[in-house]
């Protein structure tokens, strides 16, 4: 009985002493969700800050801190499955490169493009492959190809808005459509240069393979024989 009280008292006094960690922690999620801009990864920091001031309410005996954040976590659960339910629409709309709102949309995200694809020129777009992809009739993704006459679609552009990169995107184009590409003579994309970490991630993600021709890594994905 006494190893068995020593025990436990030396583990109360382990979590206590460790306690401030998981409020640290919990501060942390939370500074982080309202950084993001995602609805998803604003819910899902959101919900790992609240598990650990639960965490650290449970701990410290604090009543207050642990009901509000048992609340808070229900209300971020019911917004997770709501999201991770909803049906969205999606479409895919080729257009030639030299529309208006083709060149309005470059030149307004040119920045945002610019860091994922340093090399794009709206020039580019002339003579391509093009087609957007809209989620519930919005603009979430352009994408742009040169396709070789072996079927390489060369892309030029595949960018995706920020609050859109949950790789629903990326699924819809390179799996479910992927008889539209075909149908338009592609047999392979090719990358030539991802300077990009997070859309080398992406590319990772969707199946892409990376190779080595030359001195240069490719990243490509084969979606016909």
């Known amino acids: 009985m006494l190893l068995l009280h020593f025990l436990c008292s030396n583990y109360t006094d382990m ?26 990864k604003f819910r899902w920091f959101n919900t790992f800050g609240n598990i650990f001031f639960i965490v650290y309410a449970i701990v410290l005996n604090a009543v207050p801190v642990l009901i509000t954040n048992l609340l808070l976590l229900g209300i ?21 490169g030299d529309e208006k709102m083709a060149q309005k949309f470059v030149q307004f995200y040119q920045k945002d493009i610019a860091s ?24 979430a993704n352009m994408f742009s190809a040169k396709v070789l006459p072996n079927g390489d679609a060369m892309v030029a552009l595949n960018y ?42 992406f590319l990772k993600v969707m199946g892409f393979e990376e190779t080595l021709a030359g001195d240069k890594n490719y990243f490509v994905k084969q979606i016909a024989a």
Do not use: W
């Open 116 to 139: 994922y694809f340093p090399s794009f020129a709206p020039a580019l777009l002339q003579d391509n492959f093009n087609f957007v992809v809209t989620r519930d009739l919005v603009i």
């Open 160 to 201: 995706t808005l920020q609050k859109y990169r949950d790789y629903k995107v990326g699924t819809y184009i390179f799996e479910k459509e992927k008889d539209f590409m075909i149908a338009n003579g592609v047999k392979r994309i090719v990358y030539t240069e991802v300077p990009n970490k997070n859309h080398r991630r």
């Open 76 to 96: 971020n659960a019911y917004y997770l499955i709501k999201v991770y339910r909803k049906q969205e629409n999606f479409d895919m709309l080729s257009f030639r």
């Open 15 to 40: 979590l206590q002493q460790i306690s401030p960690y998981f409020g640290y922690l919990a501060s942390l999620c939370l500074i982080i969700a309202l950084l993001v801009n995602n609805d998803l």
